[in-house]
Structures are given as structure tokens and as C-alpha cells.
């Protein structure tokens, strides 16, 4: 197979039409995911459906490994000479709430749902000493790639990875009010949108963050998925969102926030970009810069 670079696959998926049965499941859950509880429990029993899995493949090409759901598209990568480090640009961008909260707090905990090739977690289980990290993944074979493919860990005192649907694990009460950071990447093989995308489950997500609490959400901005989501979003988290500009023909990081409101200078967040950028290797720099250029109304100050 000739590999196609994730800026070429993500291009071609964008531009593809989605098809028939996705539009009507969109459809449906639109009318069957409102926030109240009958919804919700409707939307639990249908989770509930045993699901299919699409095989779990691999390639490399240039030093990185990159891991697949049995086509082309890729569902994330590693580069072998440094396989804790974070390859892709939208990846490294998912990481952007370092701007706004500090993981060496007590009792911090963040969770991503979606393991991929678990770039995310083995940073934040790496860099942040004092921070719990839970990986949520409904694909045994996903998290079974991670620990032998891409040199994720063993469970510890620290990292947990657990086998389960990402939509059961927000409705759990044991999960309210429990995460500082919730990094969302969920994307089947087909790669159109997320698998996940009504109103009540980002309602949820809001509901398992802390106050204050950072949501960092991987979409895809020329697709037709994508201005659904940042109405649900937005509904979710009361206009609370911010986004990057697009990356990798596809691409776009949003940030949703839950508690007190942000009302700071550009300068600061800067500095706080620097002293990121030093600790982590991470282009927190470039972040602020494409914060303040993708946002309406947020010129002279980050008001969110």
C-alpha cells in the first residue's frame, strides 16, 4: 500500500460525501439525543448494541509509524526515534489547555477519549508527574496496538486505560466533576466525523469537568460534520468555545471551557505560552498566535 500522509487523507475525506445511512442516523439522533433524561437513556441502550470493528493495521514510512483501521486514513502516529513526543500538529494542538490550567495541581486528572496510537497519553503520563491519566477505548485491538506497537505502558498508580464506550464513561456519575481536561478524538475508520457529536453528549462532557475544567476536541473543518458540532458544542458549553485554524486540509482543535470566566491579556497568555513551550517542547507559542487569529472579537483581549 502506498501511504498517504494524514494532510492528503484528511483532504480527501473532507471533500467526500457522506453517506446516506450517516445522514440519517444524524437526523436521527438529532431528534432523539435532547437533553433530557428519556433521550439520554435512549442513546445509553443504543450504545449498548454490540459493536464491529474495522482490523487494525500499520505502516512507516520516513521513521514514523502510523496506525490505521484498515484503510489508508490515518488514526495517529509515532515517530520511532522519539515515541513519547507527539507527531502530528492537530495532536500537539489538543494539548493547548497547558495555556489555561496547571497540571502539577493536586489531584489533577486528565482523560482522552479515543486511544489512537495514545501520543496523548503517553505525554501526559510522561510530562506531568503529579497528573492522573485515564485513556477510554471501545477497540481492545486499539489498546493492544498501543501497548505493543506504540510503547504504551502499563497500567500504574497514575495511568489507566480502560476497554469502554466513551458515551458510557461521561454518563457514569462516578465520572462528574471528576477531570480538569477532557482530550476527545473519536473517529471510526471511515474517518467522517466524530462517532460521538449530539448535544447531550457534550453536555456530558461538560458535567465530568471541573470548575475550572478545559475540553480539547479534534474535528474536521471542511467536512459537513463540522458546523453541527460547534452548535452542539457551543450549546453545551453555553458559547464557551474557542478554535484553531485548520491544519492538515482538515483538521480543527476546538477548546470548550467550564466554570469561572477568562478575561485575560494577549501579553500574559504569551508568557504563559513561553514558560509551556520551555517545559514541554510543545509549540505553545504558535497556539496563542492561532487562537487570536481564528477568533472573532478577541483582538485586544481572550475574553471566554
Known amino acids: 500500500m502506498t501511504l498517504l500522509k494524514r494532510k492528503s487523507i484528511e483532504a480527501v475525506a473532507s471533500r467526500r460525501p457522506a453517506r446516506g445511512e450517516r445522514e440519517r442516523?444524524?437526523?436521527?439522533?438529532?431528534?432523539?439525543t435532547a437533553s433530557d433524561l428519556g433521550a439520554a437513556e435512549d442513546r445509553?441502550?443504543?450504545?449498548?448494541?454490540?459493536?464491529?470493528?474495522?482490523?487494525v493495521t500499520f505502516s512507516e514510512w520516513n521513521g514514523v509509524r502510523y496506525l490505521h483501521f484498515g484503510t489508508e486514513w490515518v488514526q495517529g502516529a509515532m515517530r520511532l526515534r522519539k515515541p513519547d513526543a507527539i507527531e502530528l500538529e492537530y495532536a500537539q494542538q489538543m494539548m493547548a489547555w497547558l495555556l489555561f490550567l496547571s497540571p502539577s495541581q493536586r489531584d489533577f486528572h486528565i482523560a482522552q477519549l479515543g486511544l489512537g496510537a495514545a501520543s496523548l497519553t503517553?505525554?501526559?503520563?510522561?510530562?506531568?508527574?503529579?497528573?492522573?491519566?485515564?485513556?477510554?477505548?471501545?477497540?481492545?485491538?486499539v489498546i493492544v496496538a498501543g501497548r505493543s506497537m506504540f510503547g504504551l505502558r502499563e497500567d500504574d498508580a497514575r495511568l489507566t486505560v480502560r476497554e469502554q464506550d466513551a458515551w458510557d464513561y461521561v454518563m457514569d456519575p462516578a465520572s462528574t466533576g471528576a477531570h480538569d481536561v477532557l482530550q476527545v478524538d473519536l473517529y471510526d475508520a471511515t474517518a467522517r466525523g466524530p462517532v460521538l457529536d449530539t448535544t447531550a453528549f457534550y453536555k456530558a462532557c461538560r458535567r465530568v469537568l471541573k470548575a475550572p475544567g478545559v475540553m480539547t476536541i479534534n474535528l474536521f473543518g471542511d467536512h459537513d460534520s463540522f458546523p453541527k458540532n460547534i452548535v452542539r458544542i457551543c450549546e453545551a458549553f453555553e458559547d464557551r468555545v474557542l478554535v484553531f485554524p485548520e491544519v492538515h486540509d482538515g483538521n480543527v482543535i476546538a477548546l470548550a471551557f467550564n466554570g469561572p470566566a477568562i478575561d485575560i491579556d494577549w501579553e500574559t497568555l504569551e508568557q504563559r505560552a513561553r514558560v509551556v513551550q520551555e517545559a514541554t517542547g510543545l509549540p505553545a507559542r504558535q497556539w496563542v498566535k492561532g487562537l487570536r487569529r481564528a477568533n472573532a472579537r478577541q483582538e485586544e483581549r481572550l475574553r471566554i
Open 25 to 32: 442516523n444524524a437526523r436521527r439522533h438529532d431528534r432523539d
Open 122 to 141: 503517553k505525554f501526559c503520563h510522561r510530562h506531568f508527574a503529579r497528573a492522573r491519566v485515564t485513556a477510554v477505548e471501545l477497540n481492545p485491538a
Open 44 to 55: 445509553r441502550d443504543e450504545k449498548r448494541m454490540t459493536p464491529r470493528f474495522a482490523p
